[in-house]
C-alpha cells in the first residue's frame, strides 16, 4: 500500500516557521531544513512504521538529524498525516498535550 503525505495546517506553519528561523541566521540553512524534512517525510512514506508510537493515539515521533526538531505523525488509512514539527526545546508538557502522550 502507497501512503499519500498529508501536512496539516499546524504542521505547515511549523515547517514555515522553522524554515524563516533558520534562513535568518545562514543564507541557505532554512532550505537545507526543508532538504531534510523531505527527506525524513519520503522515508516515513516507505518505512512508516520505523518510529516507535509517542502515545496511545497512534502518534509516531521521528527526530531530523541536523535540526533539534521531530515530526509527529500518525498512519491513518492510505494517509501519513503530519501533524506538528516540533523544536526539541519545546516544554514537554506542551507537546504531551498536543499529541496526547499518556503515561503507564
Same mark, same amino acid.
Given at each position: 500500500m502507497s501512503l499519500r503525505i498529508v501536512i496539516t495546517a499546524p504542521a505547515r506553519v511549523e515547517i514555515a516557521q522553522a524554515v524563516t528561523y533558520y534562513e535568518e541566521q545562514r543564507p541557505s540553512a532554512g532550505v537545507k531544513f526543508w532538504i531534510e524534512f523531505k527527506n525524513l517525510a519520503k522515508r516515513l512514506k516507505t518505512f512508516p512504521e520505523l518510529y516507535s508510537r509517542f502515545g496511545k493515539r497512534g502518534i509516531r515521533k521521528a527526530p531530523m538529524h541536523n535540526y533539534p526538531h521531530a515530526? !509527529? !505523525?500518525?498512519?491513518a488509512?492510505?494517509?501519513l498525516r503530519i501533524l506538528?514539527?516540533?523544536h526539541g526545546a519545546t516544554d514537554p508538557k506542551?507537546?504531551?498535550a498536543r499529541f496526547g502522550k499518556f503515561s503507564g
Open positions: 515530526v !509527529y !505523525y500518525r498512519i488509512g492510505d494517509e506538528g514539527v516540533v506542551t507537546t504531551k
